[in-house]
């Protein structure tokens, strides 16, 4: 594959994470809006919000068959659509029904999405010789930033849901259906079949599992700080309702500059230092977020926190298709549904403990298992590793 291709591919590959962004974080900002318009009672609320992850957990499932026969980035093309239509349907709709059909083809849409978009970050990253993940997934954490920003302007302003999402998929789905044609990934000239279709067998589900349990302990956290951290600082640390919105803002912002500079740092230290590195900072944030006696030093441990984790989930992914390269799509398929058990696991979790015991002592649950994440370092990795496997190629052949 010629250096301009691989260009083209990463390029447009990052506009898709970058889509993605914008498009999750537009539908996960303004849950309240879509209650409210549905009418969906409190209790039926947790339903539907369970709903998406399971289901994506299932679409990524499929994915994993899909691409024996069919090239991930036939999925991504075909998928990245289906979720921004179904954001759009989730606006446009009036009856209970409607939410739950546009929410159904979201999750199951988002799972191929969220695996597909993996797998070719992966197989260039391979194609490049040299860590290139941490940039893909800084671009979707650019989509989100712009994307709560759009809630806000629409929440602000009382627009609606439809006259809020609407600008976005009119510019943004063309964007990503045509940058589509430059996708590439590092096995162009193999067949599916010839690279996967002894997937299934190829993955050894034992091998896999620390990375499974990482990537769920990293979710946890995540889902912890997006869920929580707004009530956390208001009653906890007794902030006023608007300082209350500050720390996902920097916490998402911290997670972008983080991704932003971390692909250099595996190339100097290797994937298993900079995830050591990650999981000792988001500890400590967990554990300054806990002890914190005001709000600002709340954000503190917050801003640690976007630091720390932003670098797990994409050196996660990476591991896999390093652990298994004959097989990574399986691989990276199966271990995105973990994204989704850490998504269902963390919110509930902190919750349940902070109503039983205290919001002080459920911040140290995330914190535990994020430092867990020391025990399995090894698996990302030989610690000299810039890239982490033996097709390393050489920097000569760098494209970008």
């Known amino acids: 594959m010629t250096n301009a291709r691989l260009r083209h591919g990463r390029a447009s590959l990052a506009v898709s994470f970058f889509v993605q962004g914008v498009t999750f974080a537009l539908l996960v900002t303004r849950i309240p809006a879509i209650q409210d318009r549905y009418g969906i009672s409190d209790g039926l609320l947790p339903v539907f919000l369970a709903a998406v992850p399971i289901l994506a957990g299932v679409g990524s499932v ?24 179904a954001l759009l349907g989730a606006g446009a709709g009036n009856a209970l029904w409607e939410a739950a059909l546009a929410l159904g083809v979201f999750g199951l849409s988002v799972g191929a999405l969220d695996a597909s978009m993996n797998m070719m970050g992966v ?15 800084a671009a979707y954490s650019l989509g989100g930033i712009a994307g709560a920003s759009m809630a806000w302007a629409g929440a602000h302003w009382d627009l609606s849901l439809l006259v809020s999402y609407l600008p976005a998929v009119v510019v943004l789905l063309p964007v990503a259906f045509i940058g589509s044609r430059w996708y590439a990934e590092g096995t162009e000239d193999a067949k599916p079949e010839e690279t996967q279709g002894k997937g299934a067998a190829s993955v050894s589900f034992k091998l896999l599992m620390p990375l499974c349990l990482v990537m769920s302990f990293a979710y946890i956290g995540d889902s912890t700080v997006s869920n929580w951290s707004a009530k956390y600082l208001q009653d906890v640390l007794g902030s006023s309702e ?39 900072l ?7 977020v806990a002890v914190a006696g005001g709000a600002w030093t709340g954000m503190l441990g917050f801003t640690m926190l976007g630091l720390g984790l932003c ?24 271990l995105n549904v973990f994204n989704y058990v850490g998504f269902l696991v963390g919110s509930p979790l902190v919750g ?3 109503d039983a015991w205290s919001y002080r002592g459920a911040m140290l649950v995330p914190m535990v298992l994020v430092l867990a994440t020391l025990v399995y370092a090894k698996s990302f990795g030989a610690e000299s590793a810039r890239y982490g496997g033996g097709h390393e190629r050489p920097r000569t052949v760098d494209v970008g």
């Open 62 to 85: 499929v994915t994993e068959k899909l691409v024996v026969r069919v090239r991930p980035r036939v999925v991504l093309r075909w998928a990245q659509p289906g979720v921004m239509l």
């Open 123 to 137: 197989s260039l990253q391979r194609a490049y010789g040299r860590s290139i993940m941490l940039g893909f997934h």
């Open 242 to 280: 608007q300082l209350s919105t500050v720390p996902y803002n920097v916490y998402m912002v911290t997670t972008l500059l983080g991704r932003a500079v971390g692909d250099f740092g595996v190339r100097r230290f290797g994937a298993v230092a900079v995830v050591r590195g990650g999981s000792v």
């Open 282 to 288: 988001a500890a400590a944030g967990f554990a300054v």
């Open 311 to 334: 670098v797990i989930v994409p050196q996660t992914f990476a591991a896999a298709g390093r652990m298994f390269p004959g097989a990574s799509d399986s691989a990276i398929a199966r």
């Open 352 to 354: 349940a403990l902070g």
